[in-house]
């Protein structure tokens, strides 16, 4: 019971550290790295809740999916040692302003409601009962869910490949690129 | 199992990120660093519903397949916006959202 509370502990502070020094970091492949970070702690959580086949699709789409691709783009469009400039300060306020508001509001939101813990057993779920109900059609099942999530895939599969296709019109240059 | 962890220490840990995220998505100006303040507040969205179907519906599976789902969707949502960037970048060698605001071609 202890260790649960100290890995509980360590994986809420990774995320929480990480997550600040993903969306304040001004290098932006150490922003991708910091992400990196919070999505294998997050896999972490869902091992502790038990969920091993989840926590195993966020290892391997988030972490190793699509940090890659976003690794991938990183080095395709920026400059490795290029630094962002700070923003400006009315900026930075207000939408930290913003982000705390919505939290604290929502923080007391939780913690005013009585959330009531269920006595029922848990149900095992291992990759046959996973596999069966994503493909039922009863009462329980997920097949239509299944097949539409499929056919989105898909979709952003050959979407993706034509959008980033090579060709069409020339580049347009700046006017701030014209002025130099 | 997970006896000791109150509910909701899970939901203030997805509360921080999620607003983390939003944090990001205002600020940042770099079209990639606003995807991944995205997929920060895609992430934390995940982590309530694992933890509502674990504490509160531990004999049903709704939560883990709507995180499945939550999953897929943000796969193809980041591949088709990284197709965007690059052809942004292709077009007017920049990803920063202020210098590319004309959609003209």
């Known amino acids: 019971m202890v260790s649960n509370q100290i890995m509980f502990i360590l994986f809420a502070a990774m995320i929480i550290v990480f997550s600040v020094l993903t969306v304040t970091s001004r290098k932006i492949l150490r922003a991708a790295v910091y992400l990196l970070f919070v999505l294998v702690s997050t896999s972490g959580l869902y091992f502790m809740l038990n969920y091993q086949f989840l926590a195993g699709v966020q290892l391997t789409l988030y972490a190793g999916g699509i940090v890659v691709l976003i690794i991938f783009s990183v080095l395709l469009t920026s400059h490795i040692s290029q630094k962002f400039e700070p923003y400006g300060w009315k900026k930075t306020a207000f939408s930290a302003l913003a982000a705390i508001a919505g939290a604290i509001l929502s923080i007391i939101t939780i913690l005013d409601y009585n959330f009531e813990a269920t006595t029922v057993a848990a149900k095992e779920m291992n990759m046959r009962e996973i596999g069966l109900s994503l493909l039922s059609v009863d009462y329980n099942g997920y097949v239509l869910p299944f097949e539409v999530i499929s056919i989105l895939l898909l979709a952003a599969m050959i979407a993706s490949i034509v959008v980033a296709k090579k060709g069409g019109p020339k580049r347009i240059d700046l006017p701030t690129s014209n002025k130099e | ?105």
Do not use: C, W
Not at chain 2, 26 to 34: G, K, Q, S, V, Y
Not at chain 2, 64 to 75: G, R, T
């Open chain 2, 1 to 105: 199992m997970n006896t000791g962890i109150p509910l909701q220490y899970f939901l203030i840990l997805a509360t921080v990120m999620f607003f983390t995220g939003v944090y990001g998505f205002l600020t940042r100006r770099n079209l990639i660093t606003i995807l991944m303040s995205v997929e920060l507040i895609l992430n934390s969205v995940n982590i309530n519903f694992m933890a509502f179907n674990r504490y509160l519906f531990p004999h049903k599976m709704e939560g883990m397949f709507f995180s499945l789902f939550v999953i897929a969707v943000a796969a193809s949502e980041a591949a088709v916006a990284i197709a965007i960037i690059i052809n942004i970048y292709r077009r007017f060698s920049t990803i920063n959202v202020e210098d590319a605001h004309e959609m003209k071609y």
